[in-house]
């Protein structure tokens, strides 16, 4: 039987100073030198001129089509190319799709890449000058791989950033567990430190200092607030320099092309599902059935259970999904929960934190014991698990498991209303020179859901002194709470 094998994997960091602004590389170069490094790692360069197709993540990069521009880089023709939106669950997708297309013979040899130059990006832009890196927007049309239903960038608009979305989600989970505002950011400064010891022993990560559970939650010039609880350290760092790459192999096709089979790390099966498109139509801020149900069926299918995973990577954004996600699995957070350091810590391109995470998994899982990967897209909102082991599954799943999630009767949203209202969860919004204004998730008599804003100074003080939650007061047209 045919299987599908990732054979190589690689990582490309550009550190700040290692390169010059003139000769930095790009988004394109860097990503072609991750697949050349891939090959690489796989033992078997030549496997390259075999690639059929090339996947991208999304990003902030111009380009239309980015893996024509990588093929013609590596020297390749006429090879079949496709393009993913920016989500955090995009690489495993696109993992998924290669592995079933590979087993169905409709192609032998794929790479998977993602990630851009944003930070050498940033700067040159700011300086004035032009980058010497490939600007061509590629030739040709790619595949474009299914994304967010319109509804998800609509809504963002309101939080104005994710961090606000996810501190709603932080505070929300403080009420649940009777924890004091004091007591939830200890426990998520806690948790974030872990991710920073990961990091610190991770040589492709962005930021490798070890940073102590005090210097995570406290806020300073170094560390500002975001949007409270969540300091700078506590947020997805995506201003990197950073590509991935992952061949991924008809099993058969890479024996013969000369990669050891100790080389081969084995998808075993790919859950995919979403949560409901809008955070207000949500039952429970800090719950997501979505989740919980693509991760119960990655173990149902493979008949595994959460004590033979040996190796770890929860998406890790911000503290508040890796606290779902633990809990929702039953890993808890005694356990280590990163191979990377997450993306405060070691950082990735807005689309790519899960192909760094597949990377970095690929070398854990070929010395022993089964990888598990979570990739999650907007708030909490899209979600997909990977289980990989160095032997190959009796059968490959690819398994969207939307049908199966119980959303219950999706909340109804508070439209246009006006009047008495009860606050359930809430966050203080921070600019550079300091807090700005509440956002909070309020419910009406009816128990239908709003959002509201106010940049009453007391109410500021009081959520980040004893939290918001049940307080009581009024919605104007406005969406302005006093």
């Known amino acids: 039987m045919t299987s599908a094998a990732i054979v190589g994997a690689a990582q490309v960091i550009q550190r700040p100073g290692e390169r010059s602004l003139e000769d930095a590389l790009g988004p394109i170069e860097l990503l072609a030198e991750a697949a050349r490094r891939a090959a690489a790692d796989a033992g078997a360069p030549a496997l390259l001129s075999r690639v059929d197709w090339i996947g991208v993540a999304g990003g902030w990069f111009p380009y239309r089509n980015p893996a024509q521009l990588v093929g013609q880089h590596l020297g390749l023709r006429d090879v079949a190319t496709a393009l993913t939106p920016i989500s955090g669950t995009t690489p495993q997708d696109m993992v998924a799709l290669a592995s079933e297309r590979i087993i169905k013979g409709d192609l032998e040899v794929a790479l998977v890449l993602g990630g851009e130059a944003r930070w050498s990006d940033r700067r040159i832009s700011r300086s004035g000058r032009e980058p010497s890196w490939e600007t061509a927007p590629g030739e040709g049309e790619p595949e474009m791989l299914k994304g967010f239903a319109p509804e998800v960038i609509t809504e963002a608009q309101h939080f104005g950033s994710a961090a606000t979305a996810y501190a709603l989600m932080e505070d929300r989970l403080r009420v649940v567990h009777g924890r004091t505002v004091d007591e939830q950011r200890d426990f998520a400064a806690r948790l974030w430190a872990g991710f920073s010891a990961v990091a610190a022993e991770n040589p492709y990560a962005w930021d490798r200092a070890l940073h102590t559970a005090e210097e995570v939650r406290d806020a300073t010039p170094d560390n500002r607030m975001i949007s409270f609880p969540y ?159 160095s032997r190959p599954p009796g059968t490959f799943v690819n398994r969207d498991c939307q049908g199966e999630v119980d959303h219950r009767e999706r909340l109804e949203i508070a439209e246009g209303w006006t009047g008495p209202v009860e606050v359930e969860a809430a966050t203080v919004v921070f600019d550079r020179e300091g807090p700005t204004h509440v956002f909070a998730a309020v419910r009406n008599s009816t128990g239908a859901r709003s959002w509201a804003t106010s940049n009453d100074q007391s109410l500021m003080e009081q959520a980040m002194r004893e939290g918001l939650t049940g307080a009581r007061g009024e919605i104007t047209s406005d969406r302005q709470f006093r």
């Open 231 to 389: 300091t700078k350290a506590m947020v997805a760092n995506n201003t990197v320099d950073m590509t991935s790459a992952l061949l991924v192999c008809d099993s058969a096709v890479a024996l013969s092309a000369g990669v050891s089979r100790d080389r081969m790390v084995f998808p075993h099966v790919v859950t995919s599902s979403h949560e409901t498109w809008q955070v207000l139509h949500r039952n429970e801020l800090c719950e997501t059935p979505a989740l919980a149900t693509a991760g119960r069926a990655a173990f149902e299918i493979t008949g595994l259970t959460v004590d033979d995973i040996a190796h770890i990577d929860l998406y890790a954004c911000f503290p508040a999904i890796v606290e779902m996600s633990a809990a929702s699995l039953g890993f808890g957070d005694r356990r280590p929960l990163t191979v990377t350091g997450g993306l405060g810590f070691a950082g990735g391109a807005v689309g790519n934190s899960t192909g760094q995470s597949i990377a970095a998994m690929v070398p854990l899982v070929r010395a022993g014991g089964y990888g598990l990967v979570h990739g999650n897209g907007g708030n909490a909102t899209k979600h997909s698990f990977a289980i990989y082991d």
